[in-house]
């Protein structure tokens, strides 16, 4: 047994015998192996199982909260509706602001007059005493 083969002569028993002992030896080998890959595959897979399951999970709480804001928030029309009332009472409030300047102005003025008709009747009774 040079380890090239002879292709004139057939192999004998112990040849084969020796050739059997190799590939059992090979495949227990790679049966090992391939159970190794198995048990790594199963494991990948369960926790590629459990990711998915808490992203789904995630998901769900996520179109929850999404359907929760959607309901509660505020569209345009609400926006414009209430922009349109703070409108109306920021005019109101100046209208307001105008009027109470303008009394403001008319009750010194009157009271200016009304200091000047107490002088003048003042004066006019101390004369006519």
Do not use: W
Request: no cysteine; proline share 2%; glycine share 6%.
């Amino acid at each position: 047994m040079s380890g090239e083969p002879d292709d004139d002569k057939p192999a004998t028993r112990a040849e084969l015998h020796a050739v059997e002992k190799r590939l059992e030896g090979k495949i227990e080998r790679l049966e090992g192996k391939i159970e190794r890959l198995e048990v790594k595959i199963d494991s990948s897979v369960q926790r590629l199982d459990d990711k998915i399951d808490r992203l789904a999970v995630e998901v769900i709480k996520t179109q929850a909260d999404v359907r929760e804001i959607k309901e509660s928030m505020a569209t345009k029309d609400d926006v414009s509706r209430i922009m349109g009332a703070i409108d109306a009472f920021s005019k109101q409030s100046e209208r307001g602001d105008r009027a109470m300047v303008l009394h403001g102005q008319a009750l010194t003025e009157h009271g200016v007059k009304l200091q000047d008709h107490d002088r003048r009747i003042a004066s006019l009774e101390s004369s006519r005493s």
